[in-house]
Protein backbone atom coordinates (compact mmCIF):
# COMPACT_ATOMS: atom_id res chain seq x y z
CA UNK A 1 0.00 0.00 0.00
CA UNK A 2 3.03 2.11 1.34
CA UNK A 3 4.39 1.63 -2.43
CA UNK A 4 1.83 2.19 -4.60
CA UNK A 5 1.01 5.48 -3.03
CA UNK A 6 4.49 6.64 -3.10
CA UNK A 7 4.25 5.84 -6.76
CA UNK A 8 1.03 7.85 -7.12
CA UNK A 9 2.46 10.85 -5.42
CA UNK A 10 5.54 10.55 -7.70
CA UNK A 11 3.29 10.64 -10.70
CA UNK A 12 1.44 13.31 -9.58
CA UNK A 13 4.94 15.29 -8.99
CA UNK A 14 5.77 14.31 -12.85
CA UNK A 15 2.43 15.66 -14.30
CA UNK A 16 2.46 18.86 -12.42
CA UNK A 17 6.22 19.39 -13.30
CA UNK A 18 5.99 19.27 -16.80
CA UNK A 19 2.65 21.49 -16.30
CA UNK A 20 4.51 24.10 -14.88
CA UNK A 21 7.23 23.99 -17.85
CA UNK A 22 4.93 23.94 -20.33
CA UNK A 23 3.07 27.05 -18.84
CA UNK A 24 6.87 28.26 -18.85
CA UNK A 25 7.66 27.53 -22.29
CA UNK A 26 4.34 29.29 -23.66
CA UNK A 27 5.23 32.40 -21.66
CA UNK A 28 8.72 32.35 -23.00
CA UNK A 29 7.90 31.31 -26.53
CA UNK A 30 7.91 34.80 -28.20
CA UNK A 31 11.93 35.57 -26.58
CA UNK A 32 13.21 33.14 -29.02
CA UNK A 33 11.44 34.50 -32.23
CA UNK A 34 12.49 38.60 -30.95
CA UNK A 35 15.58 38.49 -29.36
CA UNK A 36 18.91 38.63 -32.10
CA UNK A 37 20.76 35.37 -32.49
CA UNK A 38 24.17 35.93 -31.62
CA UNK A 39 25.71 33.47 -28.85
CA UNK A 40 26.85 30.04 -28.74
CA UNK A 41 25.91 27.38 -25.99
CA UNK A 42 28.21 24.04 -25.16
CA UNK A 43 27.32 21.55 -23.06
CA UNK A 44 28.75 17.94 -22.14
CA UNK A 45 27.71 14.65 -22.97
CA UNK A 46 26.26 14.90 -19.37
CA UNK A 47 24.83 18.23 -17.23
CA UNK A 48 28.07 17.67 -14.60
CA UNK A 49 31.04 16.85 -16.82
CA UNK A 50 33.60 18.89 -18.40
CA UNK A 51 35.26 17.01 -21.43
CA UNK A 52 35.11 15.58 -24.64
CA UNK A 53 35.01 17.38 -28.21
CA UNK A 54 32.63 20.35 -26.84
CA UNK A 55 35.06 21.24 -24.36
CA UNK A 56 38.28 21.62 -26.58
CA UNK A 57 36.34 23.57 -29.13
CA UNK A 58 35.15 25.75 -26.97
CA UNK A 59 38.49 26.70 -24.91
CA UNK A 60 39.46 27.21 -28.29
CA UNK A 61 36.68 29.85 -29.64
CA UNK A 62 36.87 31.67 -25.74
CA UNK A 63 40.61 32.34 -26.69
CA UNK A 64 40.65 32.76 -30.54
CA UNK A 65 37.31 34.30 -31.59
CA UNK A 66 35.23 36.91 -31.42
CA UNK A 67 32.18 35.31 -30.75
CA UNK A 68 30.73 35.17 -27.04
CA UNK A 69 30.74 31.68 -26.42
CA UNK A 70 28.95 29.99 -22.87
CA UNK A 71 29.20 26.39 -21.12
CA UNK A 72 26.18 24.90 -19.49
CA UNK A 73 26.71 23.16 -16.62
CA UNK A 74 25.17 21.92 -13.09
CA UNK A 75 28.38 20.87 -11.45
CA UNK A 76 30.11 23.16 -8.74
CA UNK A 77 33.22 21.95 -9.43
CA UNK A 78 33.02 22.70 -13.24
CA UNK A 79 31.71 25.84 -12.37
CA UNK A 80 34.85 26.75 -9.87
CA UNK A 81 37.02 25.95 -12.87
CA UNK A 82 35.31 28.10 -15.81
CA UNK A 83 35.56 31.06 -13.12
CA UNK A 84 38.70 30.62 -12.44
CA UNK A 85 40.30 30.54 -16.17
CA UNK A 86 37.54 33.21 -17.00
CA UNK A 87 36.01 30.90 -18.98
CA UNK A 88 31.64 32.00 -19.86
CA UNK A 89 29.31 29.98 -17.93
CA UNK A 90 25.60 28.90 -18.09
CA UNK A 91 23.74 27.67 -14.67
CA UNK A 92 20.67 27.37 -12.70
CA UNK A 93 21.85 29.38 -10.51
CA UNK A 94 21.26 32.40 -12.49
CA UNK A 95 17.97 31.36 -14.23
CA UNK A 96 17.40 34.62 -16.03
CA UNK A 97 20.83 35.28 -17.36
CA UNK A 98 20.33 31.28 -18.68
CA UNK A 99 16.75 31.98 -20.17
CA UNK A 100 18.38 35.37 -21.77
CA UNK A 101 20.97 33.63 -23.24
CA UNK A 102 19.42 30.38 -24.65
CA UNK A 103 16.99 32.58 -26.46
CA UNK A 104 19.32 34.61 -27.77
CA UNK A 105 21.43 31.65 -29.17
CA UNK A 106 23.22 31.23 -32.37
CA UNK A 107 24.26 28.06 -32.51
CA UNK A 108 23.68 25.08 -29.69
CA UNK A 109 26.26 22.86 -29.58
CA UNK A 110 26.93 19.30 -28.11
CA UNK A 111 28.96 16.02 -27.75
CA UNK A 112 25.70 13.86 -28.30
CA UNK A 113 22.49 13.50 -29.60
CA UNK A 114 20.74 15.41 -26.90
CA UNK A 115 21.25 19.22 -27.16
CA UNK A 116 20.59 21.81 -24.53
CA UNK A 117 16.95 23.07 -25.24
CA UNK A 118 15.69 24.78 -22.06
CA UNK A 119 12.30 25.90 -21.73
CA UNK A 120 12.21 24.63 -25.75
CA UNK A 121 13.94 28.31 -26.11
CA UNK A 122 16.11 26.02 -29.02
CA UNK A 123 13.18 24.39 -31.17
CA UNK A 124 13.51 27.45 -33.62
CA UNK A 125 14.62 27.26 -37.54
CA UNK A 126 17.04 30.51 -36.43
CA UNK A 127 19.02 28.20 -33.82
CA UNK A 128 21.28 26.12 -35.68
CA UNK A 129 21.97 22.06 -33.44
CA UNK A 130 25.30 21.09 -33.76
CA UNK A 131 26.57 17.34 -32.67
CA UNK A 132 30.56 17.24 -32.39
CA UNK A 133 29.95 13.78 -31.59
CA UNK A 134 32.15 11.65 -29.10
CA UNK A 135 33.73 8.41 -31.02
CA UNK A 136 33.83 6.83 -33.98
CA UNK A 137 35.13 3.09 -34.98
CA UNK A 138 34.14 -0.31 -36.03
CA UNK A 139 31.72 -0.73 -32.88
CA UNK A 140 29.64 2.47 -34.08
CA UNK A 141 26.61 0.67 -34.50
CA UNK A 142 22.87 1.59 -32.80
CA UNK A 143 21.61 -1.19 -29.68
CA UNK A 144 18.35 -2.26 -31.76
CA UNK A 145 16.19 -1.86 -28.74
CA UNK A 146 16.75 1.90 -28.84
CA UNK A 147 17.97 2.40 -32.44
CA UNK A 148 14.52 4.16 -33.45
CA UNK A 149 14.85 6.74 -30.82
CA UNK A 150 18.55 7.82 -31.25
CA UNK A 151 18.64 7.91 -34.57
CA UNK A 152 15.00 10.43 -33.88
CA UNK A 153 17.49 12.41 -31.73
CA UNK A 154 20.63 12.59 -33.83
CA UNK A 155 18.12 13.83 -36.75
CA UNK A 156 16.97 17.02 -34.99
CA UNK A 157 20.42 18.68 -35.30
CA UNK A 158 21.15 20.37 -37.85
CA UNK A 159 24.50 19.16 -38.62
CA UNK A 160 26.44 16.45 -37.59
CA UNK A 161 30.41 15.52 -37.34
CA UNK A 162 32.55 12.70 -38.50
CA UNK A 163 35.82 11.99 -38.88
CA UNK A 164 36.46 10.87 -42.51
CA UNK A 165 34.90 10.45 -45.33
CA UNK A 166 33.89 6.93 -45.00
CA UNK A 167 32.20 7.58 -41.81
CA UNK A 168 30.34 10.74 -43.59
CA UNK A 169 29.64 8.71 -47.20
CA UNK A 170 28.51 5.52 -45.58
CA UNK A 171 27.97 5.27 -41.60
CA UNK A 172 25.83 8.55 -41.34
CA UNK A 173 23.31 7.17 -43.80
CA UNK A 174 23.45 3.44 -43.12
CA UNK A 175 23.38 4.05 -39.31
CA UNK A 176 22.22 7.24 -38.59
CA UNK A 177 19.89 8.00 -41.54
CA UNK A 178 21.46 11.70 -42.36
CA UNK A 179 20.29 13.60 -45.17
CA UNK A 180 24.41 14.51 -46.85
CA UNK A 181 23.23 18.03 -46.28
CA UNK A 182 23.58 17.78 -42.51
CA UNK A 183 27.29 15.92 -42.51
CA UNK A 184 30.35 17.57 -42.04
CA UNK A 185 33.49 16.10 -41.83
CA UNK A 186 36.16 18.46 -39.31
CA UNK A 187 37.43 16.17 -37.18
CA UNK A 188 37.71 15.95 -33.51
CA UNK A 189 38.81 19.08 -31.28
CA UNK A 190 40.10 17.00 -28.54
CA UNK A 191 42.48 15.54 -30.49
CA UNK A 192 44.38 17.70 -32.42
CA UNK A 193 47.20 17.83 -29.01
CA UNK A 194 47.91 14.37 -30.32
CA UNK A 195 49.61 15.84 -33.31
CA UNK A 196 52.10 17.87 -31.09
CA UNK A 197 54.72 15.48 -30.83
CA UNK A 198 56.61 17.55 -28.59
CA UNK A 199 53.46 18.00 -26.13
CA UNK A 200 53.33 14.16 -26.66
CA UNK A 201 56.55 13.39 -25.38
CA UNK A 202 56.72 16.21 -22.43
CA UNK A 203 53.31 14.81 -21.04
CA UNK A 204 54.38 11.04 -21.36
CA UNK A 205 57.93 11.74 -19.41
CA UNK A 206 56.23 14.39 -16.94
CA UNK A 207 52.52 12.88 -16.39
CA UNK A 208 51.62 16.03 -14.39
CA UNK A 209 47.52 14.54 -14.61
CA UNK A 210 48.24 11.63 -13.97
CA UNK A 211 50.24 12.42 -10.73
CA UNK A 212 47.07 14.83 -10.03
CA UNK A 213 44.79 11.91 -10.16
CA UNK A 214 46.13 9.29 -8.25
CA UNK A 215 46.60 8.86 -4.42
CA UNK A 216 50.52 7.83 -4.58
CA UNK A 217 52.97 9.49 -6.27
CA UNK A 218 54.22 8.29 -9.88
CA UNK A 219 57.71 7.68 -9.94
CA UNK A 220 59.87 8.61 -13.16
CA UNK A 221 60.29 5.00 -14.07
CA UNK A 222 56.51 4.27 -13.62
CA UNK A 223 54.91 3.26 -16.45
CA UNK A 224 50.83 3.78 -17.19
CA UNK A 225 48.19 1.51 -18.39
CA UNK A 226 44.87 3.47 -19.02
CA UNK A 227 41.97 1.21 -19.27
CA UNK A 228 38.88 2.65 -20.93
CA UNK A 229 35.87 -0.41 -21.34
CA UNK A 230 33.33 0.66 -23.46
CA UNK A 231 29.06 0.92 -22.64
CA UNK A 232 27.45 -2.54 -22.72
CA UNK A 233 23.80 -2.96 -23.70
CA UNK A 234 23.81 -5.53 -20.90
CA UNK A 235 24.69 -6.10 -16.86
CA UNK A 236 28.88 -7.16 -16.81
CA UNK A 237 31.92 -7.15 -14.37
CA UNK A 238 34.51 -5.18 -14.82
CA UNK A 239 35.57 -7.07 -18.34
CA UNK A 240 39.25 -7.43 -17.41
CA UNK A 241 38.43 -9.64 -14.21
CA UNK A 242 36.69 -12.00 -16.42
CA UNK A 243 39.26 -12.88 -18.18
CA UNK A 244 41.09 -16.66 -17.74
CA UNK A 245 43.07 -17.22 -14.34
CA UNK A 246 41.86 -13.31 -13.43
CA UNK A 247 42.49 -12.54 -9.77
CA UNK A 248 42.81 -9.19 -7.29
CA UNK A 249 45.81 -10.24 -5.49
CA UNK A 250 48.38 -11.89 -8.59
CA UNK A 251 46.75 -8.23 -10.32
CA UNK A 252 47.95 -6.04 -7.75
CA UNK A 253 51.23 -7.95 -6.87
CA UNK A 254 51.98 -8.01 -11.21
CA UNK A 255 51.63 -3.91 -11.15
CA UNK A 256 53.70 -3.45 -7.98
CA UNK A 257 56.45 -5.89 -8.64
CA UNK A 258 56.68 -3.95 -12.34
CA UNK A 259 56.23 -0.26 -11.13
CA UNK A 260 52.96 -0.24 -13.13
CA UNK A 261 49.96 2.32 -12.36
CA UNK A 262 46.81 0.95 -13.84
CA UNK A 263 43.78 4.12 -14.36
CA UNK A 264 40.46 2.99 -15.44
CA UNK A 265 37.39 4.72 -16.06
CA UNK A 266 34.10 3.32 -16.84
CA UNK A 267 30.75 4.47 -18.86
CA UNK A 268 28.50 6.71 -16.53
CA UNK A 269 25.31 5.44 -18.09
CA UNK A 270 25.72 1.76 -17.45
CA UNK A 271 28.76 0.96 -14.92
CA UNK A 272 30.07 -2.67 -14.06
CA UNK A 273 28.83 -4.77 -11.35
CA UNK A 274 31.90 -5.28 -9.99
CA UNK A 275 35.66 -3.93 -9.81
CA UNK A 276 38.74 -3.87 -8.80
CA UNK A 277 39.98 -3.45 -5.10
CA UNK A 278 41.66 -0.46 -4.39
CA UNK A 279 45.57 -0.01 -4.33
CA UNK A 280 48.31 2.64 -4.45
CA UNK A 281 49.09 0.81 -8.14
CA UNK A 282 45.25 1.00 -8.84
CA UNK A 283 43.33 4.09 -9.58
CA UNK A 284 39.93 4.26 -10.25
CA UNK A 285 38.38 7.29 -11.96
CA UNK A 286 34.08 7.91 -11.61
CA UNK A 287 32.12 10.38 -11.08
CA UNK A 288 33.72 12.34 -8.68
CA UNK A 289 35.86 13.80 -11.41
CA UNK A 290 33.85 15.76 -13.31
CA UNK A 291 36.85 17.33 -15.03
CA UNK A 292 38.18 13.97 -15.63
CA UNK A 293 39.36 14.30 -19.58
CA UNK A 294 40.16 10.64 -21.25
CA UNK A 295 42.41 12.42 -23.85
CA UNK A 296 44.76 14.31 -21.26
CA UNK A 297 45.24 10.92 -19.50
CA UNK A 298 45.96 9.41 -23.08
CA UNK A 299 48.83 12.01 -24.10
CA UNK A 300 50.37 10.53 -20.80
CA UNK A 301 49.91 6.81 -20.57
CA UNK A 302 52.35 4.45 -22.26
CA UNK A 303 49.55 1.56 -23.18
CA UNK A 304 45.88 1.59 -24.27
CA UNK A 305 43.62 -1.63 -22.56
CA UNK A 306 40.84 -1.55 -24.34
CA UNK A 307 37.94 -3.82 -25.77
CA UNK A 308 35.50 -2.30 -28.55
CA UNK A 309 35.85 1.82 -27.50
CA UNK A 310 36.33 3.81 -30.01
CA UNK A 311 39.11 5.51 -28.10
CA UNK A 312 41.67 2.56 -29.60
CA UNK A 313 40.94 5.22 -33.22
CA UNK A 314 42.22 8.34 -30.80
CA UNK A 315 44.94 5.86 -29.39
CA UNK A 316 46.22 5.23 -32.59
CA UNK A 317 47.11 8.87 -33.47
CA UNK A 318 49.84 8.37 -30.45
CA UNK A 319 51.54 5.49 -31.92
CA UNK A 320 51.32 3.58 -28.72
CA UNK A 321 51.03 -0.19 -27.66
CA UNK A 322 47.61 -1.13 -27.36
CA UNK A 323 46.32 -4.43 -25.77
CA UNK A 324 42.82 -5.88 -26.01
CA UNK A 325 40.79 -7.78 -23.38
CA UNK A 326 37.66 -9.01 -24.48
CA UNK A 327 35.76 -12.05 -22.56
CA UNK A 328 32.66 -11.14 -23.50
CA UNK A 329 33.30 -10.97 -27.41
CA UNK A 330 30.43 -12.65 -28.59
CA UNK A 331 27.90 -11.61 -26.57
CA UNK A 332 28.61 -7.89 -27.37
CA UNK A 333 28.89 -8.79 -31.02
CA UNK A 334 25.58 -10.42 -30.80
CA UNK A 335 23.84 -8.03 -28.82
CA UNK A 336 25.03 -4.96 -30.74
CA UNK A 337 27.14 -5.53 -33.27
CA UNK A 338 30.41 -4.02 -35.52
CA UNK A 339 30.77 -2.46 -38.78
CA UNK A 340 33.17 -4.92 -39.69
CA UNK A 341 35.41 -7.98 -38.22
CA UNK A 342 36.27 -6.53 -35.30
CA UNK A 343 39.16 -8.92 -34.46
CA UNK A 344 40.62 -8.56 -37.50
CA UNK A 345 41.26 -4.42 -37.43
CA UNK A 346 42.68 -4.29 -33.56
CA UNK A 347 45.67 -2.55 -33.73
CA UNK A 348 47.04 -4.66 -30.92
CA UNK A 349 46.79 -7.97 -28.88
CA UNK A 350 44.27 -9.68 -27.69
CA UNK A 351 45.12 -11.26 -23.87
CA UNK A 352 42.60 -14.47 -23.60
CA UNK A 353 43.63 -15.35 -19.98
CA UNK A 354 45.69 -13.58 -17.16
CA UNK A 355 49.27 -14.68 -18.15
CA UNK A 356 48.89 -13.79 -21.85
CA UNK A 357 47.88 -10.12 -20.53
CA UNK A 358 51.22 -10.17 -18.46
CA UNK A 359 52.98 -11.21 -21.16
CA UNK A 360 51.67 -8.73 -23.82
CA UNK A 361 51.96 -6.07 -21.19
CA UNK A 362 55.99 -6.70 -20.71
CA UNK A 363 56.45 -6.96 -24.36
CA UNK A 364 55.14 -3.83 -24.94
CA UNK A 365 57.22 -1.90 -22.44
CA UNK A 366 60.49 -3.61 -23.01
CA UNK A 367 60.29 -4.52 -27.01
CA UNK A 368 57.68 -1.58 -27.80
CA UNK A 369 58.80 -0.66 -31.08
CA UNK A 370 58.52 -4.26 -32.57
CA UNK A 371 54.98 -4.75 -30.81
CA UNK A 372 54.32 -1.74 -32.44
CA UNK A 373 55.43 -2.58 -35.90
CA UNK A 374 53.53 -6.00 -35.80
CA UNK A 375 50.53 -3.65 -35.53
CA UNK A 376 51.99 -0.74 -37.76
CA UNK A 377 49.30 -1.61 -40.87
CA UNK A 378 46.63 -2.13 -38.53
CA UNK A 379 47.21 0.93 -37.06
CA UNK A 380 47.86 3.20 -40.23
CA UNK A 381 44.03 1.00 -41.82
CA UNK A 382 42.19 2.33 -39.03
CA UNK A 383 43.10 5.61 -39.08
CA UNK A 384 42.61 5.47 -42.49
CA UNK A 385 38.96 4.61 -42.58
CA UNK A 386 38.10 6.25 -39.43
CA UNK A 387 40.42 9.28 -38.95
CA UNK A 388 41.20 11.17 -41.78
CA UNK A 389 44.65 12.13 -40.89
CA UNK A 390 44.91 15.31 -42.64
CA UNK A 391 42.11 16.56 -39.48
CA UNK A 392 45.12 17.70 -37.52
CA UNK A 393 43.45 21.16 -36.86
CA UNK A 394 39.73 20.22 -36.14
CA UNK A 395 39.55 23.19 -34.01
CA UNK A 396 39.84 25.85 -37.02
CA UNK A 397 37.90 23.46 -39.17
CA UNK A 398 35.08 24.08 -37.06
CA UNK A 399 35.98 27.62 -36.11
CA UNK A 400 35.67 28.37 -39.71
CA UNK A 401 32.32 26.59 -40.36
CA UNK A 402 30.93 28.49 -37.48
CA UNK A 403 32.17 32.41 -38.07
CA UNK A 404 29.93 31.33 -41.43
CA UNK A 405 27.23 30.48 -40.09
CA UNK A 406 27.26 33.38 -37.49
CA UNK A 407 27.67 35.65 -40.65
CA UNK A 408 24.35 34.64 -42.14
Known sequence: MKQRNLDKNIKRNLSFNRAIKKIISLLLYPLKHILPKKYIIFSGTTNYNYNGNCRYLFEYLSKNSSHKVYWFTRSDIVKNYLNENGLNQLSYSNPIKLIIVSAMAKIIMNDGDDYLNIFGL?????????????????????????????????????????????????????????????????????NDLFYMKDLAEKSLENKKIINRL??????????????????????????????????????????????????????SANPPKSHLKNSPNITYIDSRYPLYDTNLTMLESDILIN??????????????????????????????????????????????????????????????????????????????????????????????????????
Open 122 to 190: SDTKETIKISLFHGFGPKITLYDKTKDIRTERINKFDYVNFTSSYLGSEVSKKIFNLPSKKVKILGFPR
Open 307 to 408: DYSTTSVDFSILRRPQIFCMPDYKIYKNTKGFLEDYKNSMPGQEATNFASFCNIVMESIYARESYLKRYENKRITILEKYYNLNNNNSSMNHSKFIDNIMRN
Open 214 to 267: CKSAVNESMKVLLYTPTWRPYDYNLPIMDITGFKDKLFNDFLADNNILFIYSTH
